[in-house]
Nanobody, 127 residues
Framework: QVQLVESGGGLVQAGGSLRLSCAAS????????MGWFRQAPGKERESVAA????????YYADSVKGRFTISRDNAKNTVYLEMNNLKPEDTAVYYC????????????????????WGQGTQVTVSS
C-alpha cells in the first residue's frame, strides 16, 4: 500500500554534495518513521540514517555522522538525505525504507524493521 520512489543520485567528486529525495504514496506518511540504507558492491547493506514520524528524533551511522542530514516534509510525503563532504567510500546504491510501527522508537533502523523499500538510487563519489 506504500510506494517509495528515490531520486537525486548521481556522480559527484569527493568533497561534493548531493541531496536524495524519497517520495511516498498514501495519506499516513506523518505517522511512521523512515530511513535510508546503502549497499556498496561486495558489502552488506547498512543503515545510514533514520527519522521518526515527526522528525524530532534522528539516527546516523558513525561513518556519516556530521556529514549527512536526514529530514522530512510530511506535507509533501517526502524524506530527504542531504549528503555533504562525500567520500569515495560513500559510493553505493541508496535505498529509502518505511519503518514498521512499534511501541517504542529505537534510534538505529534495522533492515528487518523495514516493510517497504524504494528501488534505490546510485551514488558514485570519485576520488
Amino acid at each position: 500500500q506504500v510506494q517509495l520512489v528515490e531520486s537525486g543520485g548521481g556522480l559527484v567528486q569527493a568533497g561534493g554534495s548531493l541531496r536524495l529525495s524519497c517520495a511516498a504514496s498514501g495519506r499516513t506518511f506523518g505517522t511512521y518513521g523512515m530511513g535510508w540504507f546503502r549497499q556498496a558492491p561486495g558489502k552488506e547493506r547498512e543503515s545510514v540514517a533514520a527519522i521518526n514520524w515527526s522528525g524530532a528524533m534522528t539516527y546516523y551511522a558513525d561513518s556519516v555522522k556530521g556529514r549527512f542530514t536526514i529530514s522530512r516534509d510530511n506535507a509533501k510525503n517526502t524524506v530527504y538525505l542531504e549528503m555533504n563532504n562525500l567520500k569515495p567510500e560513500d559510493t553505493a546504491v541508496y535505498y529509502c525504507a518505511k519503518r514498521r510501527t512499534s511501541a517504542v522508537w529505537y534510534p538505529k533502523f534495522r533492515e528487518d524493521e523495514a516493510d517497504y523499500w524504494g528501488q534505490g538510487t546510485q551514488v558514485t563519489v570519485s576520488s
